[in-house]
């Protein structure tokens, strides 16, 4: 696996839980690296710290998915284990509007993933989840046959009001069509397909 070298402020933030790399003068081997290259981050001395996914052009140039080092990164492990983890969310008859994957939290950086119902909408909030996004929306598939998946490109600011939306299969979108959610037994019309 490829490395990217960062300053010993950004091994000290790693340490402490923090899972994003943005790069300073001490940063090195962005250069070597692909949008979305899983990479091994290493201190100033070689020492493995963690896994992560580059983003060598972004403000934050690397997103942790591992605290282990050499570790592979595998979209669709990760999509079935967050999956596992809300278990109890997915019998639930009085809610079916949650958060299927939480991005770092769930060890797919970049990415969130919001349930409404019958419909999946995936955020992708950063460049490196984007090689991955064909995984994680067969996953999501698998898991919730039927389901309609939407692909949400936000990269910049989630308030922005042009963000780009597609089905995941190709078809046609209507942004003002509604879904009926439910949670905690309440029933709301939503707009997952809408910016």
Same mark, same amino acid.
Request: proline share 7%; hydrophobic share 40%.
């Given at each position: 696996?490829?490395?990217?070298?960062? %300053?010993?402020?950004?091994?000290?933030?790693?340490?402490?839980?923090?899972?994003?790399?943005?790069?300073?003068?001490?940063?090195? +081997?962005?250069?070597?690296?692909?949008?979305?290259? *899983?990479?091994?981050?290493?201190?100033?001395?070689?020492?493995?710290?963690? %896994?992560?996914?580059?983003? *060598?052009?972004?403000?934050? $140039?690397?997103?942790?998915?591992?605290?282990?080092?050499?570790?592979?990164?595998?979209?669709?492990?990760?999509?079935?284990?967050?999956?596992?983890? /809300?278990?109890?969310?997915?019998?639930?008859?009085?809610?079916d509007c949650?958060?299927?994957?939480? +991005?770092?939290?769930?060890?797919?950086?970049?990415?969130r993933?919001? /349930?409404?119902?019958s419909?999946v909408?995936?955020?992708?909030?950063? %460049? $490196?989840? %984007?090689?991955?996004?064909?995984?994680? $929306? +067969?996953?999501?598939?698998?898991?919730? *046959? &039927?389901?309609?998946?939407?692909?949400?490109?936000?990269?910049?600011?989630? /308030?922005?009001?042009?963000?780009?939306?597609?089905?995941?299969? &190709?078809?046609?979108?209507?942004? &003002?069509?509604?879904?009926?959610? /439910?949670?905690?037994?309440?029933?709301?019309?939503?707009?997952?397909?809408?910016?």
């Amino acid at each position: 696996m490829k490395t990217l070298q960062v %300053s010993r402020a950004t091994a000290r933030f790693l340490a402490d839980g923090h899972p994003w790399v943005r790069p300073d003068r001490f940063t090195k +081997g962005l250069e070597r690296l692909g949008v979305g290259d *899983p990479v091994v981050l290493v201190d100033e001395h070689g020492a493995r710290l963690a %896994s992560a996914l580059a983003d *060598p052009q972004a403000e934050v $140039c690397a997103r942790v998915y591992h605290r282990s080092p050499d570790r592979a990164f595998d979209a669709g492990a990760a999509v079935l284990r967050a999956w596992k983890r /809300r278990d109890p969310l997915h019998t639930d008859p009085e809610t079916d509007c949650y958060r299927l994957i939480n +991005g770092e939290a769930d060890f797919l950086p970049g990415l969130r993933v919001e /349930r409404y119902a019958s419909t999946v909408v995936v955020l992708v909030l950063a %460049s $490196c989840a %984007s090689p991955y996004v064909a995984t994680v $929306c +067969g996953s999501l598939r698998d898991l919730l *046959p &039927g389901a309609t998946v939407v692909v949400r490109e936000h990269r910049d600011d989630l /308030r922005r009001e042009d963000v780009s939306s597609t089905l995941d299969s &190709g078809a046609p979108i209507d942004p &003002g069509a509604v879904v009926m959610g /439910r949670e905690l037994g309440v029933a709301y019309p939503l707009r997952p397909y809408a910016g």
